[in-house]
C-alpha cells in the first residue's frame, strides 16, 4: 500500500481546496513516518457533525472535527492505518473568528488535529488541551506548513 488520502465534501463549501486539505494529511503522514495508510477526510455540515458527535461522542451540538482510527495504531501491527476524519467548514470559521485567526489556517489546523488522532494522539478536554503532546506536536506541524509551502509528498520533520 502506500498513502492514501481522500477528500470529499458532502455539499458544503471550503476556503481551502481538497487538492491542499490532501496533501496537508499527506504531510502529517510522512511526518510520523506512516508507510501504509488509507484516511478519509469528509467536509460536512454544521447539523451532520452535530448528528455525530451526538452518536458517537455522547456530545450534545456541532463541533468542528471528529476522527475515527479504523485499523491499526503505528507500532501496534504491520496493518495499514485506516481513519476517517469529518471537519466542519462552518465551525471552523466561527472558530477561526473566535481566535483571531484565518479560515484557512483554522482548516489547516483541522487537518492536522484529525489525522494525529487517527494515528493515535491524544489530549486532554480543557485547560490542558493546549499543553499536552498532542497539541505541541500540532502546532509544530502548522508552524512547518505555514512556514513554506510545501510541495505534494514533501516531508516535515
Given at each position: 500500500m502506500s498513502l492514501i488520502v481522500d477528500v470529499s465534501s458532502d455539499g458544503v463549501r471550503t476556503p481551502v481546496s481538497r487538492v491542499r486539505l490532501r496533501q496537508v494529511a499527506t504531510a502529517v503522514l510522512e511526518a510520523e513516518r506512516v508507510r501504509d495508510a488509507l484516511v478519509s477526510i469528509t467536509l460536512v455540515s454544521a447539523q451532520r457533525i452535530a448528528r455525530l458527535n451526538r452518536r458517537h461522542l455522547?456530545?450534545?451540538?456541532?463541533?468542528?472535527?471528529?476522527?475515527?482510527?479504523?485499523?491499526?495504531?503505528?507500532?501496534?501491527?504491520?496493518?495499514?492505518?485506516?481513519?476517517?476524519?469529518?471537519?466542519?467548514?462552518?465551525?471552523?470559521?466561527?472558530?477561526?473568528?473566535?481566535?483571531?485567526?484565518?479560515?484557512?489556517e483554522e482548516m489547516t489546523r483541522l487537518v492536522v488535529h484529525g489525522t494525529l488522532h487517527v494515528l493515535g494522539y491524544d489530549h486532554p478536554d480543557g485547560a490542558d488541551r493546549t499543553a499536552s503532546p498532542m497539541w505541541r506536536r500540532q502546532e509544530r506541524l502548522l508552524s512547518r506548513l505555514h512556514g513554506r509551502r510545501q510541495a505534494p509528498g514533501a516531508r516535515l520533520r
Open positions: 455522547g456530545h450534545a451540538g456541532p463541533t468542528d472535527v471528529i476522527s475515527f482510527t479504523l485499523g491499526a495504531i503505528p507500532g501496534s501491527s504491520p496493518q495499514p492505518i485506516v481513519g476517517d476524519i469529518y471537519i466542519a467548514p462552518a465551525v471552523a470559521r466561527e472558530n477561526a473568528a473566535h481566535f483571531g485567526r484565518g479560515v484557512r
